[in-house]
């Protein structure tokens, strides 16, 4: 088998690789009987020459490698893909989304086989790759640095400038925050965990939902929360999970409380369509309303967080809500809400999210592909056919695909 790793050619250039020179030298050690090349690219956060360094050829194209594999992160463009070939990379588009629609004409007309990395999945439906952590630590750094941006009381470097995470926590940690400060959290997967980690690496407390809600402090805190705690039966039952995943419509947002004391809100939970919007518009016009800056990580445009009317840059990453309005304004409008809703925050740190994604690559996809696919993993994450098809259980995008 011979795999290759695929220059990033989506604009704006996306600086991750999904294994580093360290990982693609493991790879080889593991699995002897595996060719490996690397495409050479100027854009990478990690240059050629430290793949050489670790013995890993790199090529000015993989159109002449004759690659089994390639390997790349986010969209390959239409006309670099490589007819005949499988490919792994995210794809967005088994959400029929439109602006990739195209994308995935292109890659049935080429006869690719497309292997989605959001569509790994074990046998209990948990995905097994991602960098939704890396999400949530940068959304949770933004968050801070939106707020001294705002008050004009300190300023932190974009995470993008940072050398890795170590100098970008150690940047945060100077961060002037008030000394009664609450920050709330929502989620508990890899997204809200990660800004978990951030936050708890810059020293802050973290304290129970009641605490939060009901007590002052003398210190910068934080409470996290699950769906359980921001939701509940309209009918006043118990929360049931299952129930509540199935068919969330006979629950509404308990949000409300947790918005008239805190200062900044982290979004780093998953949002299922159908379930209650966290708050509303017409809840950011109550005179009690507390929040100052909202980190939206989930970025779901128009949807649970209200106040995010559009994805932000990595350069301009902050806009302002004015709740009255219900328009935009500037990011530092004291009567406004501070809104970051970069919507591909993992970039920021290129070098750390690389290495994280490329460890949960070498541990639970490499071996399925050079070993055998067990559980049907891979194949249940398979989009498209060599032979210029979708596969059986993406059938329903025949029409997203006719249309492009």
């Known amino acids: 088998m011979k795999i290759g790793i695929v220059r990033e050619g989506k604009v704006p250039p996306d600086q991750r690789v999904p294994l580093t020179p360290d990982q693609c030298a493991e790879l080889k050690r593991l699995y002897p009987e595996v060719e490996l090349v690397v495409e050479s690219s100027e854009v990478r956060r990690i240059a050629d020459e430290e793949y050489r360094e670790a013995g890993i050829d790199v090529v000015d194209a993989l159109q002449a490698e004759r690659c089994d594999v390639l390997l790349g992160v986010k969209e390959v463009p239409t006309h670099e893909l490589i007819e005949d070939t499988t490919y792994l990379f995210f794809s967005h588009t088994y959400k029929l989304q439109p602006y990739n629609a195209k994308l995935l004409k292109t890659i049935v007309d080429k006869r690719v086989k497309l292997i989605d990395y959001e569509l790994i999945k074990r046998p209990n439906g948990r995905r097994v790759i991602g960098f939704g952590r890396w999400a949530g630590i940068v959304g949770a750094y933004n968050g801070i640095r939106a707020w001294g941006l705002r008050h004009n009381s300190f300023a932190l470097p974009r995470a993008i400038d940072c050398n890795d995470m170590k100098d970008m926590v150690a940047h945060a940690k100077s961060a002037d925050l008030p000394s009664n400060m609450k920050i709330v959290l929502t989620g508990g997967g890899r997204v809200g965990m990660g800004a978990h980690e951030l936050l708890s690496a810059l020293g802050l407390r973290e304290v129970h939902a009641g605490a939060f809600l009901n007590e002052g402090f003398h210190e910068a805190v934080f409470t996290r929360l699950d769906v359980q705690d921001y939701n509940a039966r309209n009918d006043g039952g118990a929360f049931s999970m299952n129930e509540f995943m199935s068919d969330p419509t006979g629950y509404k947002s308990t949000f409300a409380p947790f918005a008239r004391v805190a200062d900044m809100y982290i979004a780093g939970h998953y949002w299922a369509e159908g379930s209650p919007f966290l708050f509303t518009r017409e809840d950011m016009k109550s005179e009690d309303w507390a929040v100052e ?64 994604f490329g460890q949960e690559l070498m541990a639970h996809v490499i071996p399925l592909l050079v070993g055998g696919d067990r559980d049907q993993m891979l194949t ?14 993406f059938q329903y995008l025949q029409d997203y695909i006719d249309q492009a």
């Open 293 to 356: 800056v909202v980190a939206d990580v989930s970025c779901d445009i128009d949807g649970p967080v209200a106040c995010t009317l559009r994805p932000s840059t990595i350069a301009d990453p902050l806009y302002g809500y004015e709740p009255i309005g219900e328009t935009e304004c500037d990011f530092n409008d004291p009567k406004g809400i501070t809104v970051m809703a970069v919507d591909n925050l993992p970039c920021e740190l290129p070098r750390d999210a690389s290495h994280g």
């Open 380 to 393: 249940n994450a398979m989009e498209t056919t060599l032979e210029g098809t979708l596969a059986t259980k």
